[in-house]
T-cell receptor
Framework: ETGVTQTPRHLVMGMTNKKSLKCEQHLGHNAMYWYKQSAKKPLELMFVYNFKEQTENNSVPSRFSPECPNSSHLFLHLHTLQPEDSALYLC??????????????FGPGTRLTVL | RKEVEQDPGPFNVPEGATVAFNCTYSNSASQSFFWYRQDCRKEPKLLMSVYSSGNEDGRFTAQLNRASQYISLLIRDSKLSDSATYLCVVNEGTSGSRLTFGEGTQLTVNP
């Protein structure tokens, strides 16, 4: 049973649409992350938030816009996406921003298809 | 060179077999190491952390060799439920939580 939830689980959108992905963690963690998992590729880190502040943007295109209103919630706003952005988007959280063995716990992901 | 490189697989083994997965990492400053398991169309879940002295959890044994920058996972007496993709994961440093994932090694355990 995961303490990290994501909605929606599936999303189909056109290239001109604007949509948002939502992540909520119920674990009392202080760090949250967005990852992208494309077919036959390793997970790619997109953004890191520590105590609501963005600490890492892994050269992500501006058509992806994250928002972290508090330590428990994380959003990923999407606009004018491309078909190659179709992937599984995973949210994760960890107890603290850094340190060794700071294990991350993943949500079930949103499977995004851009038409 | 990939930052985290795993056996390409896939591995197909019979129930009860012992199977080992290997992983190498390129950043010698890496601080912590994990094996995650990912079932088809599901999220990754932590299987075990890998400590310097090696550690065991039931049928699973993880080893770390810092000098060779090498991590391994051994599964003994494999079960059908062990079928999944196994991800080698490395934390780059103590100042952050940047996890770098390998591409994964797919395991199928056959009856």
């Amino acid at each position: 049973e995961t303490g990290v939830t994501q909605t929606p689980r599936h999303l189909v959108m056109g290239m001109t649409n604007k949509k948002s992905l939502k992540c909520e963690q119920h674990l009392g963690h202080n760090a949250m992350y967005w990852y992208k998992q494309s077919a036959k590729k390793p997970l790619e880190l997109m953004f890191v938030y520590n105590f609501k502040e963005q600490t890492e943007n892994n050269s992500v295109p501006s058509r992806f816009s994250p928002e972290c209103p508090n330590s428990s919630h994380l959003f990923l706003h999407l606009h004018t996406l491309q078909p190659e952005d179709s992937a599984l988007y995973l949210c994760a959280s960890s107890p603290r921003p850094g340190g060794a063995y700071n294990e991350q716990f993943f949500g079930p992901g949103t499977r995004l298809t851009v038409l | 060179r990939k930052e985290v490189e795993q056996d390409p697989g896939p591995f197909n083994v019979p129930e009860g077999a012992t199977v080992a997965f290997n992983c190498t990492y390129s950043n010698s400053a890496s601080q912590s190491f994990f094996w995650y398991r990912q079932d088809c169309r599901k999220e990754p879940k932590l299987l075990m952390s890998v400590y310097s002295s090696g550690n065991e959890d039931g049928r699973f044994t993880a080893q770390l060799n810092r000098a060779s920058q090498y991590i391994s996972l051994l599964i003994r007496d494999s079960k059908l439920s062990d079928s999944a993709t196994y991800l080698c994961v490395v934390n780059e440093g103590t100042s952050g939580s940047r996890l770098t994932f390998g591409e994964g090694t797919q395991l199928t355990v056959n009856p």
